[in-house]
Nanobody, 115 residues
């Protein structure tokens, strides 16, 4: 089992920045993909960014050039640096990791951007 704990959400004005963190614990050996998703009220959960361990990254078009996903050297923490935030970025942000055939989700952290 893998446990995920997100942090770093909050309220920020449009144009501001936040950095989200997600710490993975438990049976983390073999995690091969880490990512961030978000769900706004009344909308489906959507991909924000993913990073393949020792591989590349992929971003939703809506966040390209503004958000950056990265991991720490131990590959047990994934970050999402969010710059130039917009009101439409308001959502609950969830961390997800893939390990073999399994997937694990965090509880989510709220991001609210005021215009």
């Amino acid at each position: 089992q893998v446990q995920l704990v997100e942090s770093g959400g909050g309220l920020v004005q449009a144009g501001g920045s936040l950095r989200l963190s997600c710490v993975a614990s438990g049976s983390i050996f073999g995690i091969n993909v880490m990512g961030w998703y978000r769900q706004a009220p009344g909308k489906q959960r959507e991909l924000v960014a993913v990073i393949v361990i020792n591989g590349g990254t992929n971003y939703a078009d809506s966040v390209k050039g503004r958000f950056t996903i990265s991991t720490n050297n131990a590959k047990n923490t994934v970050y999402l640096q969010m710059n130039s935030l917009k009101a439409e970025d308001t959502a609950v942000y969830y961390c997800k990791v893939l390990k073999g055939s399994g997937q694990y989700w965090g509880q989510g952290t709220q991001v609210a951007v005021s215009s």
